[in-house]
């Protein structure tokens, strides 16, 4: 049986990228991102923590093993213009090998963009792009180009893009053809194998569930081993409950599999809980790269502190080491890296649900009201309107209940440093 990325049998020198997906899949996929809001610099918060992955190793255990690891692909000041418009604006980035990296960002924030120059679907109007040790593109040194069926990388698109007449084994198979007809069916066995479809190898795409589906276009494209595999929203067309699920096995496959990849999604939750290092995008730029923990406890702008999950600014002004704000005073202390220069400057505090609650008082000495709940399980969040017109949200166990237009008064209760942002 093969090894996965060591030992293997070579199938010749070069992938056929172009194999891993119909011609039609390619020519529908999006073309041109827009543009959203910049936003501004920070100072962080910051916290600790170690989520146990499916394959069951830790995040700080990859983390610590790919970035220990060298470069596979390389952007540098990567920038596409589409016309007037500039999709991708000075993109730099080094993904290492064996490490899962995540472009997050609104629609139209130019990570589809940065994808499909990556795998030679576009050619950037700016900078180049290296792949194991190849430049692919350059387009400040003559224009140089490789074509897409020449890079050694592999793509799964939203929609899997399986070949309908084919089998799951003759899928799978598709990319091997340089190989004999032994180390074909050693490898599809083996892939098969690792995403635990080996009893459905005479079956037809339309005789699969969603995740089984998903799971054969990852092992096809896997198959050739290449470079670098890229996930345009992988899990896009997949139920609630069935996503959860594929996420956890498409991690557990790509480190099983060893292999480099780079996701593409709008979809916080997913890149935080797949990835290794998680590269936020705004309006064409990288706003911040780092552990997917790193990035949602240190953002370093409010753009990237919103995008990740619920955010509310309380607007205060830094006086005498306190922080006075529309819900009282604080010690500035309780601020990342708060230095006395900052003294009688305005700042916006980045507080989130669980750091903020609410206690019901008179409205005589209410800091606010309460104008909407959601219901999300074991918990309610509550939007509190503030006299100071600013609006926050707290975190509240389930059988801690509070009657719309309830005044409330808001206790801080943050026991990490919190980020904040100059005005």
């Known amino acids: 049986m093969w090894s996965q990325r060591t030992g293997a049998v070579p199938l010749g020198t070069r992938t056929h990228m172009a194999h891993s997906e119909p011609t039609d899949s390619r020519q529908a996929a999006d073309r041109v991102e827009g543009t959203s809001s910049a936003s501004s610099v920070s100072s962080a918060s910051t916290g600790t923590?170690?989520?146990?992955?499916?394959?069951?190793?830790?995040?700080?255990?990859?983390?610590?093993?790919?970035?220990?690891?060298?470069?596979?692909?390389?952007?540098?000041?990567?920038?596409?213009?589409?016309?007037?418009?500039?999709?991708?604006?000075?993109?730099?980035?080094?993904v290492r090998s064996g490490e899962l990296l995540t472009f997050l960002g609104p629609s139209g924030c130019g990570k589809t963009t940065t994808l499909r120059m990556v795998a030679g679907l576009e050619e950037p109007t700016a900078g180049s792009i290296t792949l194991a040790d190849e430049t692919v593109a350059d387009a400040d040194d003559g224009?140089?180009?490789?074509?897409?069926?020449?890079?050694?990388?592999?793509?799964?698109?939203?929609?899997?893009?399986?070949?309908?007449?084919?089998?799951?084994?003759?899928?799978?198979?598709?990319?091997?053809?340089?190989?004999?007809?032994?180390?074909?069916?050693?490898?599809?066995?083996?892939?098969?194998?690792?995403?635990?479809?080996?009893?459905?190898?005479?079956?037809?795409?339309?005789?699969?569930?969603?995740?089984?589906?998903?799971?054969?276009?990852?092992?096809?494209?896997?198959?050739?081993?290449?470079?670098?595999?890229?996930?345009?929203?992988?899990?896009?067309?997949?139920?609630?409950?069935?996503?959860?699920?594929?996420?956890?096995?498409?991690?557990?496959?790509?480190?099983?599999?060893?292999?480099?990849?780079?996701?593409?999604?709008?979809?916080?939750?997913?890149?935080?809980s797949i990835s290794d290092r998680v590269a936020v995008m705004n309006d064409g730029s990288i706003e911040q790269v780092g552990r997917p923990e790193s990035v949602f406890e240190q953002p370093e702008s409010k753009f990237v502190a919103s995008f990740l999950g619920r955010a509310s600014f309380l607007e205060g002004r830094l006086r005498e080491g306190q922080v006075e704000t529309g819900v009282g005073r604080f010690n500035a202390a309780t601020l990342e890296g708060y230095d006395t220069t900052y003294d009688g400057a305005p700042v916006d505090v980045l507080v989130r649900p669980d750091d903020l609650r609410a206690t019901p008082a008179d409205e005589e000495v209410a800091d606010g009201v309460v104008v909407s709940r959601q219901y999300v399980g074991p918990s309610f969040?509550?939007?509190?309107?503030?006299?100071?017109?600013?609006?926050?949200?707290?975190?509240?166990?389930?059988?801690?209940?509070?009657?719309?237009?309830?005044?409330?008064?808001?206790?801080?209760?943050?026991?990490?440093?919190l980020a904040w942002y100059p005005r």
């Open 49 to 94: 923590g170690t989520d146990r992955l499916a394959d069951g190793a830790s995040i700080d255990e990859t983390h610590d093993a790919s970035s220990a690891a060298e470069p596979v692909l390389t952007l540098s000041n990567v920038t596409k213009e589409f016309g007037p418009e500039r999709a991708v604006d000075g993109v730099s980035l080094e």
């Open 143 to 272: 224009g140089a180009f490789v074509a897409p069926e020449r890079r050694d990388v592999g793509i799964v698109f939203q929609n899997f893009a399986l070949f309908p007449h084919l089998t799951v084994r003759e899928n799978v198979a598709f990319g091997l053809e340089d190989a004999d007809d032994a180390e074909t069916a050693a490898r599809v066995d083996e892939l098969l194998e690792l995403v635990e479809m080996t009893e459905h190898g005479d079956k037809t795409p339309d005789q699969l569930s969603g995740g089984q589906k998903q799971r054969i276009a990852l092992a096809r494209s896997l198959a050739p081993e290449p470079d670098v595999l890229l996930l345009d929203e992988p899990f896009s067309n997949l139920d609630v409950r069935l996503r959860v699920e594929m996420r956890e096995e498409v991690r557990r496959i790509l480190k099983a599999a060893g292999v480099t990849a780079i996701s593409v999604t709008h979809d916080q939750e997913e890149a935080l």
């Open 381 to 417: 969040i509550y939007r509190v309107e503030l006299d100071s017109g600013e609006a926050v949200h707290c975190l509240h166990n389930h059988v801690e209940e509070f009657e719309l237009d309830q005044p409330v008064s808001i206790d801080l209760i943050a026991d990490h440093p």
